[in-house]
T-cell receptor, first 116, second 117 residues
Framework: AQKVTQAQTEISVVEKEDVTLDCVYETRDTTYYLFWYKQPPSGELVFLIR??????QNEISGRYSWNFQKSTSSFNFTITASQVVDSAVYFC?????????????FGQGTTLQVKP | DTGVSQNPRHKITKRGQNVTFRCDPI?????LYWYRQTLGQGPEFLTYFQNEAQLEKSRLLSDRFSAERPKGSFSTLEIQRTEQGDSAMYLC???????????????FGDGTRLSIL
């Protein structure tokens, strides 16, 4: 079975704090893809990053960084020096490589509130 | 690129009525997806199109639901005889320019929020 678990339902931090959002996935596929999306209050899901299962290099983009560890089936997302504009619901998602569908399996999301 | 466009943004209707939503994907995108999102949950896959062909449907898509993508451009999602449990956000996404794989990021619209009275 394919599954994505985001155990943190809600996180509240004060501006400028660092925060890590956890994502654990389950799949038997050897080829798969992992994604993070941001959903601000407006509702539109905004693509942040895509990672394939053969690339375990961590990635940094500005204040955002991602830590992919196959050994623990985790794909965690860290925001450094958080800002109020980072407040949103963040979703981790899995796409099976064995399926040509491309459909995404989402976690339940983590609501991040950054207070000024 | 213009983004994925969905309309209406909000739809309020009485139980038992039919509703239809429209999605205009990013031009040149071959794939179009419909997801449903209920409060506090992540989006759940409903169905997807490769050009005009509907290639997969979730078990969530009961026989009251039908989706079309004529000519491989815009898509419509119709719900017949709506029920209270149909209240949700319906999200459309598109991906994959010609030559790209199925794993390309999906770009989402703002969604249509359906409320059943």
């Amino acid at each position: 079975a394919q599954k994505v678990t985001q155990a943190q339902t809600e996180i509240s931090v004060v501006e400028k704090e660092d925060v890590t959002l956890d994502c654990v996935y389950e799949t038997r596929d050897t080829t798969y893809y992992l994604f993070w999306y941001k959903q601000p209050p407006s509702g539109e899901l905004v693509f942040l990053i895509r990672r394939n299962s053969f690339d375990e290099q961590n990635e940094i983009s500005g204040r955002y960084s991602w830590n992919f560890q196959k050994s623990t089936s985790s794909f965690n997302f860290t925001i450094t020096a958080s800002q109020v504009v980072d407040s949103a619901v963040y979703f981790c998602a899995l796409c099976r490589g064995s399926s040509n569908t491309g459909k995404l399996i989402f976690g339940q999301g983590t609501t991040l509130q950054v207070k000024p | 690129d213009t983004g994925v466009s969905q309309n209406p943004r909000h739809k309020i209707t009485k139980r038992g009525q039919n509703v239809t939503f429209r999605c205009d994907p990013i031009s040149e995108h071959n794939r179009l997806y419909w997801y449903r999102q209920t409060l506090g949950q992540g989006p759940e896959f409903l169905t997807y199109f490769q050009n005009e062909a509907q290639l997969e449907k979730s078990r969530l898509l009961s026989d009251r639901f039908s989706a079309e993508r004529p000519k491989g451009s815009f898509s419509t999602l119709e719900i017949q005889r709506t029920e209270q449990g149909d209240s949700a956000m319906y999200l459309c996404a598109s991906s994959q320019r010609p030559g790209q794989g199925a794993d390309q990021p999906q770009h989402f619209g703002d969604g249509t929020r359906l409320s059943i009275l």
